[in-house]
């Protein structure tokens, strides 16, 4: 007798235990995986800023709210970032913030990872070309927008 009720309570509880607990495996790889998108975006941008790599920053608080080191080195970066108009040496203390902050994102996820590596990108001479160039041809349509602007608030007047 005792041993059908185990046998029905088992039938019962099994199922709902395996639910349970494939639900909970599901969340916690879905956490990673949000971590290592975060991780990866500022991985990869790490030589210059672009759009993901701020959005990644914008979700370091929710993602990694559950990491105190991690969430206390983006504040320290977070509040170095806020500085307008920052001179050479706030502009370094701003990358050593940030690869301090990829460091311990590393820590966090597992990965065994020093400063040296995150400090030494490669970064291909053509690529820093490339940039240069995108950078400069646009300072030249926004100075021959301002200019023809100009002209434009010009010829209104008359």
């Known amino acids: ?42 991985m990869t941008s790490r030589i210059y800023w672009t759009v993901d790599s701020v959005h990644a920053l914008n979700l370091i608080d929710i993602v990694f709210s559950d ?7 983006w504040r320290i970066l977070h509040d170095k970032l806020f500085v307008e108009n920052p001179t050479d040496t706030e502009l370094h203390k701003i990358k050593i913030e940030k690869d301090k902050l990829l460091e311990i994102m590393a820590k966090s996820l597992g990965y065994k990872m020093d400063l ?21 041809f646009s300072n030249m349509q926004l100075e021959i927008m301002k200019k023809m602007n100009g002209s434009l608030s010009l010829d209104t007047r008359n």
Do not use: C, T, W
Not at 116 to 136: C, F, H, K, R, S
């Open 116 to 136: 040296e590596i995150i400090q030494n990108p490669y970064i291909p001479n053509g690529l820093v070309d490339l940039l240069n160039n995108q950078q400069a």
């Open 1 to 42: 007798m005792i041993l059908s009720i185990i046998n029905i309570i088992a039938l019962i509880l099994i199922p709902i235990v395996s639910v349970l607990l494939g639900h909970y495996l599901q969340d916690r790889s879905k956490k990673r995986e949000d971590k290592l998108a975060i991780f990866k975006s500022l």
């Open 67 to 73: 990491d105190v080191k991690v969430i206390e080195q």
